[in-house]
């Protein structure tokens, strides 16, 4: 279960931490500030749901090697990188590699904040698409094989008694099994059947 979501700023220097902080708070926006990648790998798990709004260069482990820990933890949270102007090109490089954006200091606040909604929009949309999927695997792993035998002729558009022909099976089984299949399905028609699987992926 996803947590509320908040932007986990993390960044050695302390004013701009309790600048961060302070903006953020004064948009009504929660956050939490972290002082060093360390401790933000320390809290990181799973559950975290948001943004990330990571200083590119830290005493200690920098942004880009704490950046390179949450890929290799599959984390899905948008990291925003903050920073200096000789690291731009290098900020550039961490968007093909799946940041979401980057900010160069001095930071423009309204910009800053726009952008951390979009990451937290975008973040709360896939944790959706991914709480469909789920849900909708978990429903198909509750299926006999003889239902699933019958969701995909049915999503295909076959009729009960072509079903009942090609499975050699009387019509009223088919009724039975289709039945029990909308059931676990959470489903009232062959269509709504169709869309809840192209969701599902």
Same mark, same amino acid.
């Given at each position: 279960?996803?947590?509320p979501?908040?932007?986990?700023l993390?960044?050695?220097d302390?004013?701009?931490?309790d600048?961060?902080s302070?903006? %953020?708070k004064?948009?009504?926006?929660?956050?939490? =500030? !972290? /002082?060093?990648? @360390?401790s933000? +790998?320390?809290?990181?798990?799973k559950d975290?749901?948001g943004?990330?709004?990571l200083?590119m260069r830290?005493?200690?482990?920098s942004?880009l090697?704490?950046?390179?820990?949450?890929?290799?933890?599959q984390?899905?949270?948008?990291?925003i990188?903050?920073?200096?102007h000789?690291?731009?090109? %290098?900020a550039?490089?961490?968007?093909?590699n799946? =940041? !979401? /954006?980057?900010? @160069?200091?001095? +930071?423009?606040?309204?910009?800053?904040?726009?952008?951390?909604?979009?990451?937290?929009a975008?973040?709360?949309r896939?944790?959706?698409?991914?709480?469909?999927?789920?849900s909708?695997?978990?429903?198909?792993?509750?299926?006999t094989?003889?239902?699933r035998?019958?969701?995909?002729?049915v999503?295909?558009?076959k009729f009960?008694?072509?079903?009942a022909?090609e499975?050699?099976?009387?019509?009223?089984t088919?009724?039975?099994?289709?039945?029990?299949l909308?059931?676990k399905?959470?489903?009232?028609?062959?269509?709504?059947?169709?869309?809840?699987?192209?969701?599902?992926?």
């Amino acid at each position: 279960m996803s947590l509320p979501q908040q932007a986990y700023l993390v960044d050695d220097d302390e004013a701009i931490r309790d600048a961060l902080s302070w903006l %953020l708070k004064s948009r009504g926006m929660p956050c939490t =500030a !972290f /002082d060093s990648a @360390e401790s933000f +790998l320390a809290a990181w798990h799973k559950d975290m749901s948001g943004c990330v709004v990571l200083d590119m260069r830290m005493s200690g482990m920098s942004g880009l090697d704490c950046f390179d820990h949450l890929r290799e933890r599959q984390s899905t949270l948008p990291v925003i990188f903050l920073t200096g102007h000789g690291d731009v090109p %290098l900020a550039v490089a961490t968007l093909k590699n799946g =940041a !979401f /954006d980057f900010f @160069e200091k001095p +930071l423009h606040d309204n910009e800053l904040v726009t952008r951390i909604e979009e990451a937290m929009a975008l973040d709360a949309r896939q944790r959706a698409a991914n709480a469909t999927v789920d849900s909708v695997k978990a429903r198909i792993s509750k299926l006999t094989t003889r239902e699933r035998q019958i969701m995909e002729l049915v999503v295909a558009g076959k009729f009960n008694k072509v079903i009942a022909d090609e499975l050699n099976i009387s019509m009223r089984t088919v009724e039975v099994h289709r039945a029990n299949l909308f059931d676990k399905m959470q489903v009232k028609t062959a269509v709504e059947l169709a869309n809840l699987l192209k969701s599902g992926g």
